[in-house]
């Protein structure tokens, strides 16, 4: 073999290397593509896992929703349509996340009503608890009022007894 033989095969097989590779690097790409589509969407087995989250064996939807998702990506078709294309075919329960449009945006606005109104029972709450404190501080700190003739005469009717007392004992 000559130089320009050995050259020849030399740059064949770094080629043949190079195309090789190009092939293993795109499907690794769409394997990633596949498994950020697959998280959008969920495993109809009735698990209730994510598609590329589902731990049974031998699921009997989850194979074949991959497969399926596989076929896409690979044809290259756009992230929408494959989304679309099984809402299509299982409905809007294969979405993992409910569209932010129509009756399914209150699954989106509930938590923070919730929040909302919480938050004002809550406050609502310690205020009528610290109301009910210092009206209680209020009535304690405060001694009941004694009518001035009421006491006198209570003192008065205290030492006629008194009086009386002493002169049954001092008669004898």
Known sequence: MTNRHKLISICAVCLG??????????????TDRAKSLGTKLMCMCGCGQILTQCNHINCPSSGPMLKELDMHVTKGEADDLIIQDFVQEYGEKVLSAPPATGFNSIAW????????????????VIRLWRQRDVARVATAGAAPPVPHD???DLIDARLERARKQADRETED
């Open 109 to 124: 606005y509930i938590p923070g009503f919730a929040f909302v109104i919480g938050l004002a029972i809550v406050v609502m």
């Open 17 to 30: 290397i190079a195309l090789a590779i190009v092939p293993l690097r795109v499907v690794a790409q769409k």
């Open 150 to 152: 009421s006491a006198s």
